[in-house]
């Protein structure tokens, strides 16, 4: 008997294993927002929008965030 995943591959046409994204994310506190801001050169406003999904992090923003282990989508 199929598992229900099979069955779906088959009905799609595609054979291939689907890769699956994970996004892990690390929380930062609210005591460490003010200082992360300060280090990123950003105001701790835009850092919480960001980190709450509210605003898109530019590209400078979002490879700091990534060195530090903070994955923004």
Known sequence: MKSKREARR???????ARVCVTRIERRVSYS????????LGCSREHLSKVLHGHLKANEKLARA???????VG
């Open 10 to 16: 088959e009905a799609s046409g595609s054979a291939a």
């Open 32 to 39: 460490g927002i003010s200082a992360a801001a300060r280090s």
């Open 65 to 71: 965030l990534a060195r530090m282990g903070v994955a």
